[in-house]
């Protein structure tokens, strides 16, 4: 009887210990959950600087899938991208608010960015400016994208140990036909297009004449507005900035190698100061911290979850709707940073059977890709405007090939004087490696049924007649890619065909070409696509529409983020190997676009119009 008595206590001590540990694990559960779904609002300062510090691109869209890039984020191995739409929210927030008293720009860590995304940002801080407010600027290495925002500020501070690098423009590609004739690869190449060039990379050692001229052109055009744009905000002369540029090899070494001291003597900065002493100028304007240490301060990722949690949900308010198509063109369904036939398409049908949307904008920046998926946005777009909502498109750095042929419905056409357009043209690629294998030794040998069978084999060479088939297939699509740009520009197909061709253009010339209606900022096109809907200014709210999570993904996503951060860490090695993984990128890239265009039965519609 003491023997049972013993193990049923013992038996009741280990299942109330169980039951008491069950109660632990729940309630620590329910706390991250609550925690998750609470989230904490920073607090502002009374007086305060705003921080703008964005790290990595310059992005129109955050890439990935919105899951895992928080997962990888939080884990150290997501390149860290600044989205402009959040940095110019909080802007505009911020420039209302008597809270926030300077605007800081620490701009080291942006990488790189398109002219017209930065107009966009820079638009924003001028505003800022606008009403009265300081904007601050500093930085070690002012390169070009940088400097383009350093020069909106009232003040810029340069360190004494750093330099200001603008070099202008430029567009330099890499050639591997020799490589590709030694290892015997034969790369088919069907286009139509004068200038349509995207394939020479392929094909050629050297810049065709009709590349070189299209290109001196758009890169002329880019370096003018850039000019244009930073004279001005700097008040310097017009050709300020070209003279300090073309005379940067002389000046530098005559001053002893002290480049920061050259941009000083130009004009180009305010004064040469440490970090520490740019705190003590902003400690000057807005205060000490509570610690003492620093400036008293809010970063612009927290300001605008304060910014957030303080809009109050409007019932019933009507909306122009805005689709961001950022990145490359391709076929299904494809995550953010990409756009998908599938995907893009869906979206654009919610926003036409959604009732509060009375309006889209449809903010492009993208070189194109696949036009069979081009063609599946265009019919959903085409649709859109036949259910009576305006269709204004807005072109960032890019909207050109694909890119452009998605712009074609629109009811009218916003383009940056920056933005890379055009490139109106078809293309496929097809390699063969019937030589490839021959060098080792290995030979392709067989039957088929019928003239063809084995036609698609990248082992055997394409026949004559099959070549022929192919380039009347591009022939018709590039017919097809006439037809509609003719119809949403409202010009015959012979008036099309002159200034297409696979020529890529910059937004000015675009505009005189009729390729665009009008040069503007993204807010003019949504301002636009407004009076088309007859809406009042104060009628109607701004929404991004985006692929919906639901209740259940929205908590696993900041459940996975914040059991990712509490666990888990990237060693230093970890994040340097992924950052030489980015620096190597332009050398792998070339070999993912040429397995991605050599997919079978695809035209592609794309502009390898990249200008660094």
């Known amino acids: 009887m003491r023997a049972r008595s013993f193990f049923s206590g013992l038996w009741r001590t280990l299942d109330g210990l169980r039951r008491a540990l069950h109660l632990i694990v729940l309630l620590v559960i329910f706390g991250i959950i609550i925690g998750v779904m609470r989230g904490s609002v920073p607090l502002v300062p009374s007086r305060a600087a705003l921080v703008l510090a964005p790290q990595g691109p310059l992005v129109e869209q955050l890439a990935g899938n919105p899951r895992e890039r928080a997962v990888n984020e939080a884990l150290g191995s997501e390149r860290e991208q600044a989205l402009l739409w959040d940095l110019t929210e909080s802007i505009r927030a911020a420039a209302s608010d008597k809270r926030i008293q300077v605007l800081a720009l620490d701009l080291d860590k942006l990488e790189e960015a398109t002219q017209p995304s930065l107009a966009e940002l820079a638009a924003s801080i001028r505003e800022f400016r606008a009403t009265g407010k300081k904007v601050i600027a500093y930085g070690s290495e002012l390169t070009q994208e940088r400097y383009y925002l350093a020069a909106q500020a009232d003040e810029v501070y340069l360190d004494p140990m750093g330099f200001v690098l603008v070099q202008g423009y430029d567009r330099y590609r890499t050639y591997l036909k020799d490589a590709l004739d030694k290892l015997g690869v034969d790369i088919n190449v069907f ?69 920061a001291k050259v941009a000083l003597a130009q004009n180009l900065v305010t004064g040469l100061k440490s970090g520490i002493e740019v705190e003590k100028r902003l400690t000057e304007l807005v205060g000490a911290n509570d610690d003492g240490d620093s400036f008293s301060q809010v970063s612009t990722t927290d300001y605008l979850r304060v910014v957030h949690s303080d809009k109050k949900l409007i019932l019933g308010k009507q909306k122009v709707g805005v689709i961001v198509a950022a990145g490359e063109i391709l076929d299904g369904d494809q995550p953010p940073g990409t756009i998908g036939g599938d995907s893009m398409a869906r979206l ?8 509060d949307v009375k309006a889209v904008v449809l903010r492009v920046d993208s070189p194109g890709g696949s036009v069979f998926a081009s063609e599946e946005i265009y019919r959903e777009l085409v649709a859109l405007k036949a259910a009576g909502k305006p269709l204004v498109v807005s072109m960032g750095g890019y909207a050109a090939s694909g890119g452009y042929y998605i712009a074609a419905p629109a009811d009218e056409i916003w383009a940056n004087p920056a933005t890379i357009t055009g490139s109106i043209g078809i293309f496929a690629i097809i390699p063969t490696v019937d030589k490839t294998l021959a060098k080792v030794g290995v030979s392709v040998d067989g039957v088929g049924t019928t003239a063809l069978s084995g036609q698609a084999r990248l082992d055997r060479p394409l026949s004559d007649g099959a070549k022929a088939v192919i380039q009347s297939v591009t022939t018709h699509g590039y017919d097809e890619f006439l037809a509609r740009v003719s119809a949403g520009r409202g010009k015959s197909v012979a008036e099309v065909n002159t200034i297409a061709q696979g020529r890529v253009w910059a937004g000015t010339d675009a505009k005189r070409a009729g390729l665009v209606d009008q040069l503007g900022l993204f807010n003019d096109a949504v301002k636009s696509a407004a009076r088309r809907a007859k809406l009042a200014d104060k009628d109607y709210t701004v929404k991004f529409l985006e692929p919906k999570l639901t209740w259940a993904q929205s908590l696993t996503l900041n459940l996975k983020t914040r059991l990712a951060r509490m666990f888990f860490r990237a060693s230093p090695d970890q994040v340097a190997l992924a950052q030489l993984a980015q620096r190597l990128d332009p050398v792998t890239r070339q070999a993912q676009l040429l397995a991605r265009f050599s997919q079978p039965n695809r035209l592609y519609a794309y502009c390898f119009c990249e200008v660094r």
Request: charged residues 30%.
């Open 348 to 355: 654009i049908r919610d926003a036409r059977e959604d009732k």
């Open 191 to 259: 286009r139509v297009g004068a200038f349509k060039s995207a394939v020479e990379t392929y094909t050629r050692t050297s810049m065709s004449p009709e590349d070189r001229e299209e290109s001196r052109v758009y890169l002329t055009a880019l370096w003018n507005t850039y000019q244009d744009e930073v004279t001005r905000a700097r008040k310097l002369a017009p050709d300020a900035l070209s003279k300090y540029v073309d005379t940067f090899m002389q000046t530098v070494p005559a001053a002893n190698g002290d480049a």
